[in-house]
Structures are given as C-alpha cells and as structure tokens.
C-alpha cells in the first residue's frame, strides 16, 4: 500500500523533522520519505491525506484498559476493544489481568499474545502481581514477563498487602519491570459509592475519602523508596496525591504517574443527577481536586492519560446508583477530553501524554517518524468539533458520561501493523 501524507506536522521529539511540516510517504508500512513536497501521481498512491492542521506522532498508548476476555465477553471482547482502540487512535494497548481466568502465569499471558496478534493494534498483556488476583501469594512474573507480559498488577483489585508488594518490588528488579497500582486503600475506601464531601453528604450517599488513596500512595513510595523499584500509579484523582509524586520525583524515585480524562472533566458536583455513568473507581473528587488533576497534566507532573476503559453491560448500569458497577468506557473519547479541556497544550506535549511517554516508561519499541523508519503513528488534528455518539461507539458497551458532549480535536486514523485505519 502506498499512502501519502501532505504538509503534516510532526510531533515526535526524536524525529530529525521534530516540530517541521513536511510530506510523508509511506510504502508497504515503511516511511519511504519525507520531504517539503512529495509529488506522486494520483494513480499511484492508494490514498493521499491533506487536511488542514494535520499532525502526526508515533501511535498512542494507552495504559490501563479492560478487553474482558476471557470469560467476560458480554461487556467486551478483545475484538471489539481493539476496534474502539483504533477508533481512538491507539496503537498499542496494555490489558488488564482481569479475566477469567486472571492473566497470571504464561500460558495465559500466551493466550492474549497469540490471540490479538491479528489485530489492528498491538495488545500487551498485564500480568496480576498474586496468583488468582486474592493478593495473597506472588505469581510467576518472571515466567510472565518472558512470554510478553509488559508490567504487572492486580488492576482492579489493587495490592492491599504491603508485605506482598514488598515482595514484588524486589523481585521485578531482576529484570528491570514495573508494579502498576491504582491508589485505593479497600479498608477506608471500598465502602463509599462517591468521594467524601458535602456533595455526597447532600445526595445521602456514603463516602469514600481521599484519605483512602492518600494513605496507600505514601505506603507504596515508602516501599518504592526501600527497593528503589519501578512504581507507575494511575487513576491519581486528589491534589495531594499529586503533590506526593511530584515530591517522589524530586527525590529521585522511579516513579511516574497517570490521570484519567474522566477525573479531568467531571467532579463530584457533576453526581446530583445519580448519572451511574460517573460511578467509577477511584471516585470523582471535589472541583479543587479537579483543577489540581489538570494544572498537574499542564505542568509535567502527570507523565501519561490512562483511558481506564472498564466496559459494563446495560444491566450493571441501568439500575440503583448503589448497586450499579463502577467504570466507563473511554478509549474513544481520551483525546478529544483531554484536548477540550488544555487546548493551550501543544500538539507535542499531547503527543508525548498519549503515547510518547509511556513507551519510555515502560520500553516499548521507538517507531520513530523518520525515513527508513516502520511506520506506526497517529494521525490527529487540535481543531475541529468532536462528538461521541452511540452510532459510533465501537464496544460492546455504552457506559460513557461522554455521549453527545461536544469536545475539540479529531483522530484521523492510526497507521500500525503495516495498515492504514482511517476513521
């Protein structure tokens, strides 16, 4: 396939065209050129691409989404997770642990590496840090991470243990992995159906403190700091929570952090409605929490945007806000929130949030935009009205605050894998 790409903006730091526009072609899913004009005869390139305030980056990751297979498949399959990616502009993408059963030894890990390895996008599979996800005992990382695991974690069901965390700090030294939490304390936090707050005070609900995630991010640093390990915590929701990694930062200790869309967007103010849709763990915050999320996003603090895509069928969402499931869908919508709301940022700094970053973090391969180079990048524009609607949701589930809200920026399509999907 021939595609050629006019007057792009490139946006990948490593890129000897870093910040330039430029036209790319690409043949057979290698970038074949770049150069100030590349003309091609119209009959000889599949497709050419020229729309105003185009901007290219090496494909974005994301971090932390739920495919639901096996065992899950009424809320999402690994098919339908990976269409709702691409539409995203995702090209690679880890996945939770949370199947049935749990990705917790190698042939499972296996399992998820063979079956995507098909798809339009490049899946990695978390493994679960304690066998059968009960955070009692360790499981086989070591086996895990040959076989194509790329961090480990319990995901939903964060490390309670510190004594097991301990452990699995020191162990993932040995070859230089990383332990993904998201920061919830379960004896102070697992009981509350919002934050703790006058919002939730008014609505009759009971709260879940900020304490409950405060707390569990000073125990893991004071273990970060012991082991000096590798700690990524995502789903940071309050201001001292942010305050305490970039701190953590300052000292030196390898750690890095990401935020969701949501927690940017939506605060505890916006619940009086009982939306289920914004029941999500860890739970919104207060406004100040909010803005704090944001001016840390803005100021580098925040390293990467995590979707935190959890699919959950009608029925876990279409009842009480009690007894409703938590999570939303979002691998869709990452972008256009994100942009909407810091649209100062720069088509770099939202390059290296949605992807660039996290393959550092976490060593995945550097597709660089350059000639000679195997393409996989996004392509995507700041400007431009954005609107998610059911008609083009791609999961299997409708679980999103984010239907018919206008937002900004648009992703034009991904090329990975040695194909061009374009929305």
């Given at each position: 396939?021939?595609?050629?790409?006019?007057?792009?903006?490139?946006?990948?730091?490593?890129?000897?065209?870093?910040?330039?526009?430029?036209?790319?072609?690409?043949?057979?899913?290698?970038?074949?050129?770049?150069?100030?004009?590349?003309?091609?005869?119209?009959?000889?390139?599949?497709?050419?691409?020229?729309?105003?305030?185009l901007i290219i980056s090496q494909g974005w990751v994301d971090i932390f989404t739920d495919f639901a297979e096996?065992?899950?498949?009424?809320?999402?399959?690994?098919?339908?997770?990976?269409?709702?990616?691409?539409?995203?502009?995702?090209?690679?993408?880890?996945?939770?642990?949370?199947?049935?059963?749990?990705?917790?030894?190698?042939?499972?890990?296996?399992?998820?590496?063979?079956?995507?390895?098909?798809?339009?996008?490049?899946?990695?599979?978390?493994?679960?840090?304690?066998?059968?996800?009960?955070?009692?005992?360790?499981?086989?990382?070591?086996?895990?991470?040959?076989?194509?695991?790329?961090?480990?974690?319990?995901?939903?069901?964060?490390?309670?243990?510190?004594?097991?965390?301990?452990?699995?700090?020191?162990?993932?030294?040995?070859?230089?992995?990383?332990?993904?939490?998201?920061?919830?304390?379960?004896?102070?936090?697992?009981?509350?159906?919002?934050?703790?707050?006058?919002?939730?005070?008014?609505?009759?609900?009971?709260?879940?403190?900020?304490?409950?995630?405060?707390?569990?991010?000073?125990?893991?640093?004071?273990?970060?700091?012991?082991?000096?390990?590798?700690?990524?915590?995502?789903?940071?929701?309050?201001?001292?929570?942010?305050?305490?990694?970039?701190?953590?930062?300052?000292?030196?200790?390898?750690?890095?952090?990401?935020?969701?869309?949501?927690?940017?967007?939506?605060?505890?103010?916006?619940?009086?409605?009982?939306?289920?849709?914004?029941?999500?763990?860890?739970?919104?915050?207060?406004?100040?929490?909010?803005?704090?999320?944001?001016?840390?996003?803005?100021?580098?603090?925040?390293?990467?945007?995590?979707?935190?895509?959890?699919?959950?069928?009608?029925?876990?969402?279409?009842?009480?806000?009690?007894?409703?499931?938590?999570?939303?869908?979002?691998?869709?919508?990452?972008?256009?929130?994100?942009?909407?709301?810091?649209?100062?940022?720069?088509?770099?700094?939202?390059?290296?949030?949605?992807?660039?970053?996290?393959?550092?973090?976490?060593?995945?391969?550097?597709?660089?935009?350059?000639?000679?180079?195997?393409?996989?990048?996004?392509?995507?524009?700041?400007?431009?009205?954005?609107?998610?609607?059911?008609?083009?949701?791609?999961?299997?589930?409708?679980?999103?605050?984010?239907?018919?809200?206008?937002?900004?920026?648009?992703?034009?399509?991904?090329?990975?894998?040695?194909?061009?999907?374009?929305?």
């Amino acid at each position: 396939m021939k595609l050629l790409i006019k007057k792009v903006l490139i946006a990948d730091r490593k890129s000897p065209f870093f910040e330039q526009t430029k036209d790319i072609l690409i043949v057979d899913g290698n970038i074949k050129e770049i150069a100030d004009e590349i003309d091609e005869i119209v009959e000889d390139t599949d497709e050419t691409i020229d729309i105003e305030g185009l901007i290219i980056s090496q494909g974005w990751v994301d971090i932390f989404t739920d495919f639901a297979e096996p065992g899950y498949e009424y809320r999402e399959s690994i098919d339908s997770g990976a269409a709702a990616a691409v539409a995203g502009g995702y090209s690679h993408v880890f996945v939770l642990p949370n199947t049935k059963p749990s990705i917790q030894n190698k042939p499972q890990v296996s399992y998820v590496v063979e079956k995507t390895r098909l798809l339009p996008v490049t899946v990695y599979p978390i493994g679960a840090v304690s066998k059968n996800i009960e955070g009692k005992d360790l499981a086989e990382m070591y086996e895990m991470q040959q076989a194509g695991a790329v961090a480990f974690s319990d995901g939903l069901h964060p490390v309670q243990s510190s004594g097991l965390l301990l452990k699995a700090l020191q162990y993932i030294n040995a070859f230089n992995g990383t332990i993904i939490q998201v920061p919830i304390d379960k004896s102070i936090g697992s009981f509350g159906l919002m934050t703790e707050g006058i919002i939730s005070t008014q609505l009759g609900l009971p709260g879940s403190p900020a304490l409950s995630e405060v707390l569990i991010i000073k125990r893991d640093l004071d273990l970060l700091r012991y082991t000096e390990s590798k700690l990524h915590i995502t789903g940071v929701s309050t201001a001292e929570s942010v305050a305490l990694i970039a701190a953590a930062k300052a000292e030196g200790l390898q750690v890095s952090c990401s935020v969701t869309p949501y927690h940017l967007f939506y605060c505890d103010e916006d619940m009086v409605s009982y939306d289920t849709n914004l029941k999500v763990t860890p739970p919104l915050r207060n406004r100040s929490d909010m803005m704090a999320l944001r001016a840390a996003v803005e100021n580098g603090v925040v390293d990467s945007i995590s979707s935190h895509h959890l699919p959950q069928n009608w029925d876990n969402k279409t009842c009480e806000f009690e007894y409703a499931a938590n999570g939303m869908i979002g691998l869709q919508t990452s972008f256009a929130v994100v942009n909407h709301l810091l649209n100062n940022l720069s088509a770099n700094r939202l390059a290296d949030l949605m992807g660039n970053n996290a393959r550092r973090l976490f060593n995945l391969p550097d597709n660089r935009i350059e000639e000679g180079g195997i393409a996989d990048f996004t392509l995507f524009t700041k400007e431009g009205d954005s609107v998610f609607t059911k008609e083009i949701n791609k999961s299997k589930s409708a679980n999103s605050a984010f239907f018919n809200v206008p937002l900004a920026g648009k992703v034009i399509g991904v090329y990975t894998k040695g194909k061009w999907n374009r929305n």
